[in-house]
């Protein structure tokens, strides 16, 4: 499950095809992250990207789905709601950049297990070998010009 913020630093750094391509991960993208991509380049993609199977278009489907995504909207975004809600009703994981309020709903509601980042996206993709250290670097450095800080030197400190 992800969030438009993941989605749109992945486009920045042009590797967000390369989550099909992550192993024993499918990534899902609810309607509401869909509407929330605006930018023409990017809805371009990201339609792609679902066209070609590399993103799942999900829909909220339950009533437990919308009770959750109900209670969340008052806090939240309608795509982070609808992330947090399916994950939740789902067992699934969440990908999102958000802080704050968000992250405080998804450890309640998930746990630190299933909450992932961009920077842990990227960590994923050094170790199924799609990425090395110096190119996540450099998407480092990228999402940085896009006023988005990633708190290490280097992809290599959470390498090892």
């Given amino acids: 499950m992800t969030d438009s913020s993941v989605v ?3 486009h920045h750094t042009s590797h967000l095809g390369l989550l099909r391509a992550l192993p024993t991960f499918q990534f899902v993208i609810p309607e509401e992250v869909i509407a929330e991509i605006t930018e023409p380049t ?3 993609i990201l339609s792609q990207l679902i066209a070609d199977g590399s993103l799942e278009r999900v829909c909220l489907e339950n009533p ?3 009770s959750f995504f ?3 909207s008052n806090r939240l975004g309608l795509g982070e709601s609808a992330c947090l809600a399916i994950a939740q009703s ?3 994981l969440v990908a999102c ?3 704050r309020i968000f ?3 998804a450890k309640d509601r998930l746990g630190n297990a299933r909450i992932m980042n961009t920077p842990g996206i990227y960590v994923l993709f050094i ?3 799609l990425l090395t250290v110096e190119e996540a670097d450099e998407a480092k450095a990228i999402l940085e010009q896009h006023r988005f800080r990633i708190a290490l030197v280097s992809f290599r400190d959470l390498i090892g």
Avoid: V
């Fill in 8 to 10: 749109i630093n992945l």
């Fill in 42 to 44: 990017q809805a371009e």
């Fill in 64 to 66: 437990e789905e919308l």
């Fill in 70 to 72: 109900a209670d969340l």
């Fill in 90 to 92: 789902r067992g699934w």
């Fill in 97 to 99: 950049d958000e802080k």
């Fill in 103 to 105: 992250l405080r709903e």
């Fill in 127 to 129: 170790h199924a070998g």
